[in-house]
Antibody, heavy 122, light 106 residues
Framework: QVQLQESGPGLVKPSETLSLTCTVS?????????WGWIRQPPGKGLEWIGS???????YYNPSLSSRITISVDTSKNHFSLKLNSVTAADTAVYYC???????????????WGHGTLVTVSS | DIQMAQSPSSLSASVGDRVTITCRAS??????LNWYQQKPGKAPKLLIY???TLQSGVPSRFSGSGSGTEFTLTISSLQPEDFATYYC?????????FGQGTKLEI
């Protein structure tokens, strides 16, 4: 069954760029589906960041779109998130998940990675 | 953005109880509504998608209903493993948005 695993630094300095990768196992990304990023600040709720199709088509949350880039590498069967100019408000557990929607609508998330805590601090 | 509001924010219940959680959308979202369960330190788990379709492997005591702007998640007979936080999520349009969560406590 499909498994997802986030990886990347757990500590990022303010104003720098947060970079995470989600490696997908037991399923080839280029078979289809969108793939998404969702984050959860400590003790708070969930926020959708954006989703990408294997072809590279992306949908971003407008609240973050000026700072984010989501990319896909089908040869490595992974997709990535870059969030620049981070502040303490970007401290969160970052999850990757398969987005079962059609891009701009219909998306539910399953399965999810375990999540990775990224702390923004000097 | 479509705002999602859950009620109550927290709920105390006992094993065997029937529990209902409500999710309201700021505009009509047809049946584009999904429910997740999250336990401490774990990733959310999809329970129900498209308002009432039970995800594979989810016990039948979970059910979803509603349309338009008001939706409910019902647990027919609470089990010890059901004590968790529940989130609704609209998938009518991006940006996808989640409710603030309902913490179900013993």
């Amino acid at each position: 069954q499909v498994q997802l695993q986030e990886s990347g630094p757990g500590l990022v300095k303010p104003s720098e760029t947060l970079s995470l990768t989600c490696t997908v196992s037991d399923y080839s990304i280029d078979r289809g589906y969108y793939w998404g990023w969702i984050r959860q600040p400590p003790g708070k709720g969930l926020e959708w960041i954006g989703s990408i199709y294997y072809s590279g088509s992306t949908y971003y949350n407008p609240s973050l779109s000026s700072r984010i880039t989501i990319s896909v590498d089908t040869s490595k069967n992974h997709f990535s998130l870059k969030l620049n100019s981070v502040t303490a408000a970007d401290t969160a557990v970052y999850y990757c998940a398969r987005d079962n929607g059609s891009g701009s609508y219909g998306g539910w998330f399953d399965p999810w990675g375990h999540g990775t805590l990224v702390t923004v601090s000097s | 953005d479509i705002q999602m509001a859950q009620s109550p924010s927290s709920l105390s219940a006992s094993v065997g109880d029937r529990v209902t959680i409500t999710c309201r959308a700021s505009q009509s979202i047809s049946t584009f509504l999904n429910w997740y369960q999250q336990k401490p330190g774990k990733a959310p788990k999809l329970l129900i998608y498209a308002e009432s379709t039970l995800q594979s492997g989810v016990p039948s005591r979970f059910s979803g209903s509603g349309s338009g702007t008001e939706f409910t998640l019902t647990i027919s007979s609470l089990q010890p493993e059901d004590f968790a936080t529940y989130y609704c999520q609209q998938s009518y349009t991006t940006p996808y948005t989640f409710g603030q969560g309902t913490k179900l406590e013993i």
